[in-house]
């Protein structure tokens, strides 16, 4: 199970000058620590978040323009993070099922996909396609259902502490990386320094590590 923002894609600095933009127009300053309170959060509490600094806007309306404005910046390239199409080329080839699960809304998740090498993703878990977005597991457990697998069976790679909570919450191992804002230690919680440190046998070791253990007869 992948993030995408921050996780697969450095794309956190898009929605973060989209935000700072789109404040900037009802004449507000959105500072950088406005934009560190709604990372890794869903896009209808981006929305609220502006709301509440004094963007006069429909909830829709807000997430429309800030999906819009990212979309247009990173359809032309994707800006993937170091080692990401290797990771997901390696997965395809062994077989190993995936699913991109995020907040952004549709089309950025797709576009995501759409780069990535045929395969690479079994299914696309949008924030648009949730009630609820994370830290609640729903987002993981959609994946999880789409793939015809058992959440103890997976292992979700994230940056932010909302979505570690969304997977851990949904039964999953989860792998930290570095992301804006950290995640502080727990226990079950695999940190890397980078998707480099990542393999498909590593990955394989976390779930068999943290899967509970089989005690019927």
């Known amino acids: 199970m992948w993030d995408m923002d921050g996780t697969l894609v450095d794309t956190e600095p898009h929605w973060m000058n989209a935000?700072?933009?789109?404040?900037?127009?009802?004449?507000?300053?959105?500072?950088?620590?406005?934009?560190?309170?709604?990372?890794?959060?869903?896009?209808?509490?981006?929305?609220?978040?502006?709301?509440?600094?004094?963007?006069?806007?429909?909830?829709?309306?807000?997430?429309?323009?800030?999906?819009?404005?990212?979309?247009?910046?990173?359809?032309t390239k994707i800006p993937w993070l170091p080692c990401a199409e290797l990771l997901l080329s390696d997965l395809a080839r062994s077989g190993v099922p995936c699913a991109l699960v995020t907040m952004a809304h549709t089309p950025i998740p797709h576009l995501v996909a759409a780069a990535a090498i045929p395969g690479a993703f079994a299914a696309v878990i949008a924030g648009d396609d949730?009630?609820?977005?994370?830290?609640?597991?729903?987002?993981?457990?959609?994946?999880?259902?789409?793939?015809?697998?058992?959440?103890?069976?997976?292992?979700?790679?994230?940056?932010?502490?909302?979505?570690?909570?969304?997977a851990e919450s949904a039964g999953m191992a989860v792998v930290v990386v570095p992301?804006?804002?950290?995640?502080?230690?727990?226990?079950?919680?695999?940190?890397v320094r980078s998707l480099a440190d990542l393999s498909v046998e590593k990955l394989r070791e976390i779930v068999d590590v943290s899967r509970p253990a089989d005690n019927s007869r």
């Open 19 to 75: 935000q700072r933009r789109l404040a900037a127009t009802h004449g507000i300053v959105w500072t950088d620590e406005d934009n560190l309170k709604v990372v890794g959060q869903s896009m209808e509490f981006v929305a609220k978040t502006l709301q509440q600094s004094g963007v006069e806007q429909p909830t829709l309306e807000i997430i429309r323009s800030l999906v819009e404005d990212v979309a247009a910046t990173i359809q």
């Open 130 to 166: 949730v009630a609820r977005g994370k830290p609640d597991p729903e987002p993981y457990l959609t994946a999880a259902r789409r793939l015809k697998v058992e959440p103890t069976h997976c292992v979700a790679v994230e940056d932010s502490l909302s979505g570690t909570l969304s």
């Open 179 to 191: 992301g804006v804002v950290s995640v502080p230690p727990s226990p079950g919680r695999h940190f």
